[in-house]
């Protein structure tokens, strides 16, 4: 029933912005924590960003200040700003909802690369 559907992804140069998007259904968008996390070839999975329910945000020390993080809940969507991309931002992005710690539903991914 729930399905998550990111967007936005593509080729950029170095220094260079995107915007991913996620639009959920199936759930009551509002009650769930939203996060981006991201999964580089031969690398774990790691969390990017995190919006609470009520607008709180956490990001990666990695990606503190280049990335930005929000949601509109009328539109069931949470947002992935990104600028001042380096390579190694170069990973696979997945979007996903959580009601406590951990995932409870995942998008299918979006390929973000940054060429050098």
């Known amino acids: 029933q729930v399905q998550l559907v990111e967007s936005g992804g593509g080729l950029v140069q170095t220094g260079g912005s995107l915007r991913l998007s996620c639009t959920a259904s199936?759930?009551?968008?509002?009650?769930?924590?939203m996060a981006w996390y991201r999964q580089a070839p031969g690398k774990q999975r790691e969390l990017v960003a995190r919006?609470?329910?009520?607008?709180?945000?956490f990001y990666a020390d990695s990606v503190r200040e280049r990335f930005t993080i929000s949601r509109v809940n009328a539109k069931s969507t949470v947002y992935l700003q990104m600028n001042s991309l380096k390579p190694e931002d170069t990973a696979v992005y997945y979007c996903c909802a959580m009601w406590a710690a951990t995932p409870d539903y995942w998008g299918q991914g979006t390929q973000v690369t940054v060429s050098s």
């Open positions: 199936g759930l009551i968008f509002s009650s769930y924590s």
């Open positions: 919006i609470s329910s009520r607008g709180s945000t």
